[in-house]
């Protein structure tokens, strides 16, 4: 089901009215990482405990599929031109690429291990997921070495190439009018550049705090903001120079998984879950930090909103003017939602 709600509604804010929550029934645990359909309006959202990938209509406001067996799956792409739904899994580190509209299951590309982020080179018209590598979690090994890349794949889910990483790839961005892509590499404390035109890395620039998982990229200013957990921050670094110029302070205690850059209100939208001091792992209350750009060297808080319980993943679609922030059920509480904010 969906509610239409009123002006003065929960979640509101100057900067984000939230005007729908989508009811995700049959799905527990932790949420991941979503894609869209723009044209069809539809949301697919990944239940990594869950194993399935939520289906969501967004003019109707309620989920119409769920797809199941899906091994932890951890991020979702769709390709309007081909109708492929291609769908990253952390447990056997496959993408597993679907029809689109039938879901019918087309192609299963095979990765060592832990696919994780997927992207769309819209130069290249290739699809990029991280995959493998060593990766510590909450201050503790998951994996401790392995051969981390970069997957580069066609359309069709043939493999095309990759380029290696120093551990576990985690959020990356690429650009638009050039040729480089940005991978948060957060074992190694580091941003790599590689160049997607040659395959080969061209940089490694250090972050000066922990845990740089979720990344944004403002194209235009020549910036890349990465958010930091323990303690809780966005770095920002010049793409020209390599030169970390900006170190914002956020409320400390969250653990988040994905921010954006909303370059038409000059944004940065924090999806983040409070985490508990004696256990990380354990879902707590989510909350959106807006921060507004004042310039490219300078930010400052707008406010911080609260979401729903372990909320840490979302998605921007600029195209759109909307924000989707993904819940989890509450054991003995309220289901998962899909909240919808729009931009003001």
Known sequence: MVLFLPGLAFGQSSALQLTQRIALPNVNGRMDHMGIDIAGQRLFATAFDNHTLSVIDLK??????LIPDLDEPQAAYYDAATNHLFVSAGGDGSVK???????????TIKYSADSDNLRYDAKNKHVIVGYGGEKFLYGAPTRQQGDGAMGIMDLAGKKVSEIATDAHPESFQL??????????????????????????????????????????????????????????????????????????????GLFSD?????????????????????????????????????????????????????????????????LFVATRRQQGGAGGEILVYDTK
Request: proline share 8%; hydrophobic share 40%.
């Open 60 to 65: 109707a406001g309620q989920q119409v599929r």
């Open 97 to 107: 690429m679907f029809d689109g509209k039938t879901f019918q299951l087309l192609q």
């Open 175 to 252: 650009e638009q009018m050039g040729s480089r892509i940005f991978i948060n590499v957060p074992d190694k404390k580091e941003i790599q550049v590689a160049d997607l035109a040659t395959g080969k890395t061209v940089a490694h620039w250090p972050v000066s705090c922990p845990e740089n998982f979720p990344m944004a990229l403002d194209e235009a200013h020549h910036r890349v903001i990465v958010a930091c957990r323990n303690p809780s921050g966005l770095a920002v670094f010049d793409t020209t120079s390599g030169k970390e110029v900006a170190l914002v302070p956020i409320d400390q």
């Open 258 to 322: 994905d921010i954006f850059y909303d370059a038409a209100k000059s944004r940065i939208y924090v999806v983040a879950r409070t985490a508990a001091p004696n256990d990380p792992r354990a879902p707590g209350p989510g909350v959106l930090e807006i921060i507004r750009q004042k310039d490219p060297d300078h930010y400052e808080k707008v406010s911080t909103q609260p979401t729903g319980f372990g909320a840490q993943t979302g998605f921007f679609s600029a195209p759109l003017s909307k």
